[in-house]
């Protein structure tokens, strides 16, 4: 099974995206555990918070499209506007 690998700015977005979803939902995400990550990125994708939302977007963005693929396939949700950045 392919590795969840990050980008040091890509991981510096994730703790920011973990740091505001602790804080809305009072629940503590482990980046060290691939389904907690998975779960952390599913909730950002859903959160009404638009920072949180805005920070999701940076971070998917900062992937190249075959970690946005990866992720995609493990049921992130990736918007389609970054979706077509990596097919066109």
């Known amino acids: 099974m392919e590795e969840l690998l990050f980008s040091q700015a890509s991981l510096a977005l994730l703790v920011r995206i973990r740091r505001k979803l602790e804080q809305e939902f009072g629940f503590d995400f482990r980046l060290s555990d691939r389904r907690q990550i998975l779960e952390l990125l599913t909730a950002a ?3 009404p918070d638009r920072g949180i939302r805005h920070d999701y ?3 998917l963005a900062a992937l190249d499209h ?3 693929d ?3 396939r493990l049921g992130v949700r990736i918007p389609d506007s970054l979706e077509k ?3 066109g």
């Open 85 to 87: 950045e990596a097919t």
């Open 70 to 72: 990866h992720l995609q």
């Open 66 to 68: 075959r970690q946005r």
């Open 45 to 47: 994708a859903a959160s």
């Open 57 to 59: 977007h940076a971070f």
